[in-house]
């Protein structure tokens, strides 16, 4: 059995970086998202966003922040376009001002027909199996489940 021994300096190599692993990957896989979010007329965060509320309409902004790990401070842009779109609403709740509940409109929940093809598209574009998709997205959750402890 070969042991692979790797010096402080093959450490700091670029390519045996993890984290350059991961954002590199996670840069492509957006790339690969873009002409598909083009027809939609969204961009990558936004549809973040649509995902949340077509699982859940008539979410809070910190509802939706926390399902995303946004703060308030990114995610009420986001929705000021998404509402400028006319694709959500953005109203106060009336038994607390301080909230805010998005919903979506009538064309928010129109546009969720024409993203249906895109997660088929994605699996196309990585040469993978669902199973084997589903697989690394559960390690990928629990290695961010790990590194949160740390912070």
């Known amino acids: 059995m070969t042991s692979k021994r790797v010096t402080a300096d093959q450490n700091l190599l670029l390519e045996n970086q993890l984290c350059f692993a991961l954002h590199s990957a996670s840069m492509a896989m957006t790339k690969v998202y873009q002409p598909h979010l083009k027809k939609l007329g969204l961009t990558y965060p936004q549809y973040l966003v649509m995902l949340v509320l077509w699982e859940h309409d008539g979410l809070t902004v910190s ?6 790990l946004l703060d308030s401070g990114t995610l009420t842009p ?18 607390d001002e301080r909230r805010v509940i ?6 928010g929940r129109k546009l969720k027909a024409q993203a249906r093809q895109i997660p088929g598209a994605l699996l196309q574009a990585m040469a993978c199996t669902p199973g084997e998709v589903s ?17």
């Open 63 to 68: 509802e939706i922040g926390k399902r995303l």
């Open 78 to 95: 986001l929705l000021k376009r998404l509402e400028a779109a006319t694709l959500v609403n953005r109203l106060r709740d009336v038994a």
């Open 102 to 107: 998005v919903h979506l409109t009538p064309a």
């Open 135 to 151: 697989d690394l997205k559960d390690r990928v959750q629990a290695l961010r489940q790990q590194l949160v402890q740390f912070q």
